[in-house]
């Protein structure tokens, strides 16, 4: 199979990729990512939640949801001082990017907006990539984001358009797929996957996939999480995907998305060394370091780190795409 970097994929094409034998999948996506990414290089990303809890969203995943009764409480933006501070630690810590979550149905242009372009502004200056993750945003939003600073912007899918609304209804697909185009026309990288294990097919699977690789431009970054079941939330009683779904699903998204980063995100704590090494072997080059991402936790630093040594994987540089493109 020869690497194509197209926007008009069928759906029957992308299933005939998925659907491949898993070892002929993982030689596919192992080669693939050969010719469009450095080997054994990985994207070290740290993820901070700066607005905890309370969200009016009632995604069936969410422990952050106002919907449900879980172990988080709703706390206030953070104060600036303390999430600089954290952008810090997560820099000496081996990261190149910093991530700020919101539990924000949409970001309003209020103060809470203005500090977190203030937040952006600094970080940026520290020389990380500066990514965020407010909920909807309008195109004014976006451009202000852009203007202070901002990397990239996290949005995902969650699951195909036709299994939308078995997970969330108090906002449509399209909603989700208006904010990427708000993002993208300002001129920000985009980071857009979705979740397995909300009870979705494996149809549902490749539809998600098929309308990421189908936008005009492909993400910059393309999360594939595993779901962490909360106590509370309607998938409580989820079972964990096993570690050969994961890989099914990097390595098609590395197949159609060959320029993309594919993070491996949530799940790795229930991972072996072994099983994570596959998943790099079928095409991931991206994590999430850090002992929690969000509210789920996350293997520590350290843990990665020896990872890291016994892999033989080195940290993506900040900004790499822009300095190769000098």
Not at 96 to 119: H, I
Not at 163 to 192: G, H, M
Request: a negative charge; proline letters at 3%.
């Amino acid at each position: 199979m020869q690497a194509i970097i197209k926007n008009d994929w069928t759906r029957a094409e992308v299933a005939d990729i998925y659907n491949m034998p898993l070892m002929e999948l993982m030689y596919k996506a192992a080669t693939i990512h050969r010719e469009f990414q450095k080997t054994g290089e990985v994207q070290v990303c740290t993820l901070l939640s700066v607005k905890t809890g309370g969200c009016k969203e009632d995604c069936s995943y969410c422990s952050q949801s106002s919907k449900y009764s879980t172990h988080v409480k709703p706390q206030k933006l953070m104060a600036t001082e303390d999430v600089i501070e954290k952008a810090k630690q997560a820099k000496d810590n081996g990261s190149t990017r910093f991530c700020m979550g919101a539990a924000w149905r949409e970001a309003r242009s209020n103060r809470d907006f203005e500090r977190v372009l203030g937040m952006v502004g600094e970080i940026n200056e520290m020389g990380m990539e500066v990514c965020a993750t407010l909920g909807m945003l309008s195109e004014e939003q976006a451009e202000q984001l852009k203007d202070a600073g901002l990397y990239a912007y996290n949005h995902n899918l969650d699951t195909s358009r036709e299994y939308y609304d078995k997970v969330i209804t108090t906002r449509t697909f399209d909603d989700r797929l208006d904010t990427i185009k708000n993002v993208q026309k300002a001129k920000i990288s985009v980071c857009s996957g979705g979740i397995i294990g909300l009870g979705e097919t494996d149809a549902d699977r490749i539809g998600m996939l098929h309308t990421l690789a189908c936008l005009p431009t492909h993400p910059e970054s393309v999360p594939v999480n595993a779901l962490v079941p909360v106590e509370g939330t309607p998938m409580e009683q989820n079972k964990m995907v096993s570690t050969w779904e994961m890989i099914r699903m990097i390595a098609t998204a590395r197949i159609i998305m060959p320029e993309a980063m594919v993070r491996l995100s949530a799940g790795r704590t229930e991972m072996s060394t072994e099983a994570q090494a596959l998943c790099f072997m079928a095409g991931a080059n991206s994590i999430f370091a850090g002992d929690q991402l969000l509210t789920t936790p996350n293997p520590e630093e350290d843990i990665d780190k020896l990872m890291f040594d016994l892999l033989g994987l080195t940290p993506r540089a900040s900004f790499k795409k822009e300095t190769e493109l000098v």
